[in-house]
C-alpha cells in the first residue's frame, strides 16, 4: 500500500465507523463509464460537500491491493449486478493536491507527483520499464500489470486556486493534466476511468475547456450527480429520527439547495455538526471560503450592491452563468460573481429559470455578517436604511415605514408591480437586514390561511416578533382585519414575546402627490 498507488481502504473504513449516510450509489455511476468513451468524470462541489468522501470511497473500492467487500456489502452498490465485477480490481492512483502542495509547493507539484507515482510503481512493477515521460511510464505499467488505472484526484483545482497571479504555474499544472487526459489514444490506454472533484468547474483556456474530455458536472448543472452533492431530504429526515433532532430547524438552518428533479439538498458538514452539537448555527463561519464572501461582494460592478441586498432579503435574481471562466480572479461583470458564488455553495441556482438566491439561514447569516464590513457607499447606505426599517417598525412609527417603503419601490420596483407578489418582493428588499434579529418566513401556514411574511426573533433577541400582511389596491386597516380574522399570530405565539401586526398597503390610483403606501402597526392582544 502506497501514499500515491493503490493507498488502501483505511481512509473508507474510518468514515465507515462514524455515522455514514450511503452514497455508495455514486459508484454505479463512475462503473458505467469504464472502459468507455465517458471514461473521465469531473465533478465540482462547494468546501465542506463531502468531496473526499467520496473520492476516498472510490479508492477503497477500486483498489486491488485490499478486500472492501466488508466495508459494501451492506451498502446501496452492493446490489447493483456490476458490484462485483469492478470492485477491487484496479491499480488506482490518487492524488490529493491540497496535501500534495503542502509537501513541494505549488512551483514543484507537477514534478513533486511524478516522481513519487513513478517511484512506487517502480517498487511494485520492478520489471516494468520507465520511460522518458510520465504518460509513458504509466502505459508501460499498464501492460507489465495487465490491468489499466483508475485515477482519482482530490481537490484538483487547488494548484488553481493556490497559484493566482502566476499564469505560468496554472498552465504547467494544466498542461501536466492534458498530458494524461488529452484526445489520444494514450488516455484510453492508460486509464479505465478518472475521477476529478474540487470547488471549480474545469478552468477555460481560451475559448474551450483545457482539458476537453472530461465530462462535467457542476453545481449549475449537477445532471444525474445530484443526489450526491449533499443529503438528500429522506437522508436528513432519517438522520433527525435517529438522533431526536428538530428536522424543521434543520430545514430552515441547511435546506435550500435544489437540482433538476431534486427539490431539497442539504450541506451535509452543517448537518452533521448540528447533530452532533445539538446546536443550530452557522458552521460555514468555519470554513476557509467564509473568508472570501466579503471579498466578492465588495466588487465594483454597476447593480451588484443592489442585488445582494435582495439576495439577503429572500428575492432571487437572474444570472447568466455562461461566461464565467472557471477561477477566482477573471470577472467581467456581476454575473460573474454571481456564479462564482453558485459553485462556492453562497447562492443555488434553478437551472430552469436560470435565477439564484441565498439558500439557507446558515448562508444568509454570512451574507449579513460580510455585508456589514463593506465599505462602498451605496451598499452602507442600504444597510443603514434597513437597520432603521427595522427600527421604525419595533417602534410604531407608521408614517417613517411607509415612507421607506415607497422610496423602496421608486429605487428598485418590479417591473410588472400589479400584485402582493411583486409587494412581498419590495419588502423583502427593505428588510433585508433582519438577519441579526430575526428568522424569515414566507407564506407561513397560519391559523386559518398563511401570513404573508413573519419575521420571528431568534432566541437571543429583544425585539417582538412582526407579522407581516401586504394588500395591493386595498386598505392597510383590511391587512390587519386579515390578520385577526384568520388567526395569523397563532403560528408565532409560542415563542412568548410580544407581537406586532404590521399592515401594508399600496394604492394603484393614489392621487398626485399623495404617497401609494400605507402602514399600519399594533400590538397583538390576544384577547381584542
Same mark, same amino acid.
Given at each position: ?45 462547494? #468546501? ?29 452498490? !452492493? ?11 484496479y491499480d488506482v492512483i490518487y492524488l490529493d493536491m491540497t496535501e500534495a502542495i503542502g509537501e513541494a509547493s505549488v512551483a514543484n507539484v507537477v514534478p513533486y507527483i511524478q516522481e513519487s507515482v513513478m517511484e512506487e510503481l517502480a517498487e511494485s512493477y520492478p520489471e516494468s520499464k520507465a520511460a522518458k515521460g510520465f504518460a509513458a511510464t504509466l502505459a508501460n505499467a499498464v501492460e507489465t500489470a495487465g490491468n489499466k488505472f483508475v485515477m482519482i484526484?482530490?481537490?484538483?483545482? !487547488? ?98 439547495? +435544489? ?14 455538526? !448540528? ?88 448562508? #444568509? ?22 437597520? #432603521? ?43 433585508? +437586514? ?75 390610483? !393614489? ?18
Amino acid at each position: 500500500m502506497g501514499n500515491y498507488l493503490n493507498p488502501g481502504n483505511a481512509g473508507f473504513a474510518g468514515i465507515r465507523n462514524d455515522v455514514y449516510v450511503d452514497k455508495s450509489g455514486l459508484i454505479q455511476l463512475i462503473n458505467q463509464t469504464i472502459d468507455t468513451p465517458r471514461r473521465l468524470t469531473c465533478i465540482s462541489r462547494p #468546501r465542506r460537500f463531502g468531496k473526499s468522501f467520496a473520492a476516498q470511497m472510490l479508492c477503497a473500492y477500486y483498489d486491488k491491493t485490499c478486500d472492501s467487500a466488508g466495508l459494501f456489502d451492506d451498502l446501496e452498490i !452492493a446490489g447493483d449486478i456490476h458490484y462485483r465485477d469492478y470492485r477491487n480490481r484496479y491499480d488506482v492512483i490518487y492524488l490529493d493536491m491540497t496535501e500534495a502542495i503542502g509537501e513541494a509547493s505549488v512551483a514543484n507539484v507537477v514534478p513533486y507527483i511524478q516522481e513519487s507515482v513513478m517511484e512506487e510503481l517502480a517498487e511494485s512493477y520492478p520489471e516494468s520499464k520507465a520511460a522518458k515521460g510520465f504518460a509513458a511510464t504509466l502505459a508501460n505499467a499498464v501492460e507489465t500489470a495487465g490491468n489499466k488505472f483508475v485515477m482519482i484526484i482530490d481537490e484538483w483545482d !487547488a494548484p488553481i486556486r493556490e497559484s493566482v497571479g502566476h499564469p505560468d504555474l496554472q498552465r504547467r499544472y494544466l498542461e501536466f493534466l492534458r498530458s494524461l487526459f488529452k484526445n489520444s489514444g494514450m488516455t484510453s490506454k492508460i486509464f479505465a476511468a478518472a475521477y476529478m472533484t474540487g470547488i471549480l468547474p474545469i478552468k477555460k483556456d481560451g475559448s474551450q475547456s483545457a482539458i476537453s474530455d472530461f465530462l462535467e458536472y457542476t453545481m449549475v448543472k449537477p445532471r444525474q450527480f445530484g443526489k450526491y452533492v449533499g443529503f438528500t431530504e429522506d437522508e436528513v429526515r432519517e438522520l433527525c429520527r435517529t438522533y431526536g433532532s428538530d428536522f424543521g430547524k434543520m430545514k430552515q438552518w441547511y435546506d435550500g439547495y +435544489s437540482f433538476r428533479d431534486l427539490t431539497a439538498v442539504y450541506n451535509p458538514n452543517s448537518v452533521m455538526k !448540528a447533530i452532533r452539537n445539538d446546536d443550530f448555527d452557522s458552521y460555514w463561519t468555519q470554513t476557509s471560503a467564509a473568508d472570501s464572501l466579503m471579498g466578492y461582494i465588495s466588487l465594483d460592478f454597476d447593480g451588484l450592491s443592489r442585488t445582494v441586498a435582495e439576495l439577503i432579503g429572500g428575492v432571487e435574481t437572474k444570472v447568466d452563468t455562461k461566461g464565467f471562466a472557471n477561477d477566482l480572479v477573471t470577472f467581467r461583470d456581476r454575473d460573474d460573481v454571481l456564479t462564482l458564488l453558485i459553485h462556492l455553495g453562497y447562492l443555488t441556482y434553478d437551472e430552469e429559470t436560470q435565477r439564484a438566491h441565498i439558500p439557507n439561514e446558515e448562508i #444568509r447569516l454570512e451574507f449579513t455578517r460580510a455585508i456589514r464590513h463593506v465599505k462602498r457607499d451605496d451598499t452602507i447606505r442600504r444597510v443603514w436604511e434597513s437597520a #432603521r426599517l427595522i427600527e421604525d417598525t419595533v417602534r410604531g412609527d407608521e408614517e417613517a415605514v411607509a415612507r421607506q417603503i415607497e422610496k423602496i419601490h421608486e429605487e428598485e420596483s418590479p417591473l410588472r408591480y400589479n400584485n402582493e407578489q411583486a409587494l412581498r418582493s419590495v419588502i423583502k428588499r427593505a428588510y433585508f +437586514s433582519y438577519g441579526d434579529e430575526y428568522v424569515m418566513f414566507e407564506e407561513l401556514p397560519a391559523g386559518a390561511g398563511y401570513a404573508d411574511v413573519v419575521y420571528l426573533p431568534k432566541k437571543d433577541s429583544m425585539l417582538p416578533a412582526l407579522v407581516v400582511e401586504l394588500k395591493w389596491n386595498q386598505s392597510a386597516d383590511g391587512a390587519i382585519e386579515q390578520i385577526l380574522d384568520r388567526r395569523y399570530p397563532q403560528a408565532v405565539k409560542e415563542y412568548g414575546g410580544d407581537i406586532l401586526l404590521v399592515g401594508i398597503s399600496y394604492a394603484k390610483d !393614489a392621487p398626485p402627490g399623495k404617497r401609494k403606501h400605507r402602514c399600519r402597526i399594533e400590538k397583538y392582544l390576544e384577547k381584542r
